[in-house]
RNA sequence: GCCAAUGUGGCUCAGGGGUAGAGCAAUUCACUCGUAAUGAAUAGGCCGUGGGUUCGAUUCCCACCAUUGGCUCCA
């Protein structure tokens, strides 16, 4: 039996043979929640129970990701503190705790250098120390602002003058320091153990880019020095899988000063796993009742402004020509949904047409902003696996399925579906000049497309402002090496873009309407994927989509010709086989195959020769004798299973 | 676009006001070799680009280009 003791005596039960694993409180309206967390019978377990005011819990550990916050936001006070101590004329904007670590964004002069990093951090370590008690009390509105004024934070007087009337303004005191806090925090910053400033960043004052740039520090926390050493090798192994750099390494990429910004190169092994997925993709799709398209990849500036991309969008698009002198001005596509919508308009379409698949391997062009772009991962041209699918309102709830089941077939077959998660991205109403149509035909879409999420049983998490300016999104997303989020496909419902074209099918009843579109990908932008892949896999791609299959290295030369005749005898099977018949030993072509991680390296010697057999080695470092044979059906069987 | 850091042979990096250095890779030669590096020799650089300061700049200053990390943006 494990009680937690509260101050005023009362007690937290837990069952027999408990253990309590975490526990914290958050105080508001007079009564306190403490959240527990437990292992009962060897299951971690959490609740959650209302306690009187006044009482408290001691955090004891840090397993829970609600305590691990309470460390990281207490050590973003310590670093304010110690900014406030050293550079006393700093303006304090806001340090929440995030995924990792914390932040805090100052509005100063003082320029953060690493030197200036260093000797916070020493002013860090002093307040730890110094195991100042942190407390919490409140004032009324008026009081508050006036104490935030009295002591010059600008911003701190902006945000409680933000907050909704009557609500509580709590603030959490440790030694000379005061901040304004919801909180939660330790009690005192003694507790905070070990910590490191990793990285000096802007950031916009409240994310606008029309509001000052202040300077972010960015910081890691924990309650012990091997949690931080580890989280330090965690990412400096994160940085080997880098895709930026592995993929330049391995030469899947390469970029060219000359080129410019944003345009990759995709050398020949980058440019094969493309090909893979495009085929696999093209030929999947076709399978599922989807008709390819080629459409130009540049059209008159009339086209988007039908489609009222030019109103939202001109200023990210490649345009040739100048419209005040130009007789005709063209753009080169960042999108593929008007030009598949002329495809649709070629004829009159009954409703017996529908659903109508047209899918493409479109390349669009997007001029992304300088500081926009990330190796593979954002780019000013890119091909992606588009489609769009017009259908009637009866059909939409089977089509939409068919899309989401179709893009989980393709992550789970590249071995990314466990590590995506679903974001429902909805309009802002608050912002109506960012989308167009009515509120009455958001609802609409959104009802519908929440309707068709809930029946499926998607887990998904809201982002509001994250639609397209034509409809909701269902984006699926992922994260790279680093924990940075990015969508990797995203399926759209769209009622808008119909209307707008002039797009129409003539129902039953004689009577023309409107289709639904759906805007998706089956597997994203390529460059993209191929990106993820090379971080998922660290470059060891499984075998289907590795760009060299197998390498073929005599031991001396006199097998020369043996190996030769192996190599011909993979290739006419389809296998992409590679033959080093260099003058090295084999140790050092092994090592050199090895480091390339190509999936397999097959020796031959006298022995070989003799036996008529092959020694295939795989990248564990495992070598096996087999005949060519059983070696083509061991690669046979890998691939047609897309085995990882 | 904004804030900051970086830019030295193909790659990874050292150096620093007096026209450059290492390891790997490359080339040549020798070695014919059994599962992650055989040895020797050679060649390779307008120190990102353009301007300025200076007797002299790769080094200092400015601008631009590119890369990296953030911010904003992401149809």
Request: aromatic share 10%; glycine share 6%; net charge negative.
């Amino acid at each position: 039996m494990i009680n937690v003791v509260l101050k005023d005596g009362s007690k937290l039960e837990l069952e027999d043979g408990s253990r309590v694993i975490d526990a914290a409180v958050k105080i508001s309206e007079g009564l306190a929640r403490a959240s527990v967390a437990a292992e009962v019978n060897g299951e971690t377990a959490e609740l959650t129970a209302t306690l009187s005011d006044g009482d408290t819990l001691n955090i004891l550990t840090f397993t829970s990701e609600e305590g691990a916050r309470i460390f990281r936001h207490t050590t973003a006070h310590i670093l304010a503190q110690a900014v406030k101590r050293l550079y006393p004329q700093t303006k304090l904007a806001i340090g929440p705790a995030i995924d990792d670590g914390f932040y805090y964004d100052f509005d100063t002069d003082v320029s953060f250098t690493q030197d200036v990093l260093e000797k916070i951090e020493e002013e860090m370590k002093k307040i730890v120390k110094e195991k100042l008690p942190v407390e919490r009390f409140t004032l009324p509105r008026d009081e508050a602002i006036k104490f935030m004024q009295e002591k010059e934070e600008p911003y701190k007087v902006q945000l409680i003058e933000e907050l909704p009337e009557g609500e509580e303004i709590s603030f959490y005191r440790q030694g000379e320091f005061t901040d304004l806090c919801a909180g939660l925090h330790l009690d005192t910053t003694g507790k905070v153990k070990s910590f490191k400033l990793t990285q000096v960043a802007g950031a916009y004052w409240k994310g606008n880019e029309k509001n000052k740039m202040l300077q972010r520090i960015y910081g890691t926390s924990f309650p012990d020095k091997k949690m931080l050493t580890e989280y330090l090798e965690r990412m400096e192994e994160a940085k080997k899988r880098d895709h930026n750099k592995l993929g330049r390494e391995l030469e899947y990429f390469t970029t060219s000063d000359l080129i410019g910004q944003g345009l990759p190169i995709l050398l020949p092994k980058g440019a094969k796993v493309i090909q893979l997925m495009q085929r696999f993709v093209e030929d999947e799709e076709a399978k599922r009742g989807w008709q390819l398209t080629k459409t130009p990849y540049m059209a008159k500036s009339d086209l988007y402004k039908l489609s009222g991309h030019w109103d939202h969008y001109k200023d990210g698009m490649f345009v040739m020509g100048d419209e005040e002198t130009d007789k005709e001005v063209f753009a080169l596509r960042p999108m593929t949904c008007p030009f598949q919508y002329q495809a649709y308009l070629n004829r009159g379409r009954s409703y017996r047409d529908l659903p109508l698949r047209y899918d493409e391997t479109s390349t669009l062009f997007r001029n992304e902003a300088s500081g926009e772009m990330h190796g593979l991962i954002r780019v000013r041209q890119f091909t992606i696996s588009e489609g769009h699918l017009m259908c009637r309102p009866d059909q939409l709830e089977e089509e939409f399925k068919s899309c989401l089941e179709l893009a989980i077939y393709m992550l789970k077959t590249l071995g990314l579906l466990e590590d995506v998660s679903y974001r429902f991205s909805q309009w802002d109403p608050s912002d109506r000049e960012k989308y167009i149509g009515t509120e009455e035909q958001w609802d609409e879409a959104q009802g519908t497309m929440q309707k068709i999420l809930d029946h499926l049983g998607i887990d998904y998490k809201i982002g509001i402002g994250e639609a397209a300016f034509y409809g909701p999104k269902l984006d699926i997303q992922i994260k790279n090496v680093f924990g940075k989020e990015d969508t990797l496909i995203t399926i759209q419902v769209d009622q808008m873009l119909a209307e707008k074209f002039g797009m129409v099918y003539t129902d039953k009843d004689g009577t023309k309407k409107n289709p639904y579109i759906i805007h998706r990908t089956s597997i994203g932008c390529y460059e993209r994927t191929l990106a993820l892949l090379i971080e998922k896999y660290a470059g060891a791609f499984p075998l289907w989509l590795a760009p060299e299959q197998v390498r073929v290295m005599p031991i001396i030369d006199k097998q020369g010709d043996y190996c030769a005749d192996l190599v011909n005898k993979l290739k006419a099977k389809g296998f992409r086989v590679e033959l080093d018949d260099r003058n090295e030993k084999i140790g050092y072509r092994i090592r050199e195959a090895q480091m390339e991680k190509i999936p397999y390296m097959v020796v031959i010697g006298d022995k070989e020769t003799e036996s008529g057999h092959v020694n295939v080695r795989n990248r564990k470092g495992e070598s096996q004798d087999m005949s060519a044979e059983e070696f083509i059906a061991m690669l046979t069987e890998e691939v047609e299973t897309k085995k990882r």
